[in-house]
């Protein structure tokens, strides 16, 4: 899966937040070349300022061009930036449990980070709170797996063995500790691709 993570971590970028409750790390996925990124809304949600770290170490200001809640995505616009490497995507109604996957994303904020696993389930009903107290909790019908997903990794792709987005990485299940931190006990939901691709074609 070395290869798979090389060809895909151009694509992925991270992103940086800050807003009223303070700084925040999430990840994105290159939809072009220009600069359009997808990432979850939760991430940007509320965001007073937004800049995007690439591949490369070069961080740009992004701003938000597009969200849309009930799914927990969203799509960001990098500045003056070009030849950027674009993620494919497969179509997801072809991933089946057992399925090697990889997620690539910045959990902690640490950039580059690359975890695998296998596709646990698929269809999974995930209910997430809403990016504020006032929203709504978020539904959406998710692919499930073990790969190892931690804050910082929402907005990164989940990869097939082909290299090619099958999903969004979006949320985990996690019983908190006693200081309230959670982390991954190999319960990871994403996106599916198709899903987050239509919805990405309608915010851009």
Do not use: C, W
């Not at 991270?14 to 990124?37: C, H, K, P, T, W």
């Amino acid at each position: 899966m070395s290869a798979i993570a090389a060809k895909v971590l151009p694509s992925v970028v991270q992103v940086n937040v800050a807003s009223a409750q303070g700084e925040g790390v999430g990840s994105g996925v290159v939809l072009s070349s220009d600069g359009r990124i997808l990432t979850n809304n939760h991430v940007v949600s509320g965001a007073r300022q937004v800049t995007v770290t690439l591949d490369d170490g070069r961080t740009v200001d992004a701003e938000v061009v597009g969200t849309d809640v009930s799914s927990d995505l969203a799509v960001l616009q990098a500045s003056g930036i070009g030849g950027l490497t674009a993620a494919t995507f497969a179509n997801s109604d072809d991933v089946r449990i057992g399925d090697q996957v990889v997620a690539i994303g910045s959990p902690e904020g640490l950039q580059g980070t690359v975890t695998s696993g296998i596709v646990s389930a698929l269809d999974r009903k995930v209910t997430v709170p809403g990016s504020t107290r006032r929203s709504n909790p978020v539904s959406y019908q998710a692919i499930q797996t073990d790969a190892s997903i931690n804050p910082g990794n929402s907005g990164g792709p989940l990869i097939n063995a082909a290299g090619q987005v099958i999903g969004i990485n979006s949320a985990i299940y996690s019983p908190a500790s006693d200081s309230g931190q959670a982390g991954s006990v190999g319960i990871g939901f994403a996106i599916p691709s198709n899903q987050a691709r239509q919805i990405a074609e309608g915010l851009t």
